[in-house]
């Protein structure tokens, strides 16, 4: 286990001060995160702060397969 995280925290930050656009930002930080932390899948979305609506997302294709579902449990129900 990964037990060391300020290098991780300063890649972190140098990643925020490097990318020109919010979608190279969050397919880089998934890229990163993959390196030290284990998951089978990601979905990093930016949210509309009004409506609480996702208005892009950066996801694996796992979770855009079971992405209206996800839609359809946090928002109908």
């Known amino acids: 286990m990964y037990t060391n995280l300020e290098p991780v925290r300063a890649k972190l930050l140098k990643l925020s001060e490097g990318k020109s656009c919010s979608h190279a930002y969050r397919r880089a ?5 993959r390196q030290h932390v284990p998951f089978d899948a990601a979905c990093c979305t930016t949210v509309d702060p009004e409506t609480l609506l996702s208005t892009g997302a950066v996801t694996d294709e796992e979770v855009e397969l079971i992405h209206d579902s996800l ?3 946090d928002y109908v129900r």
């Open 29 to 33: 930080l998934v890229k990163l995160l």
């Open 71 to 73: 839609f359809e449990y």
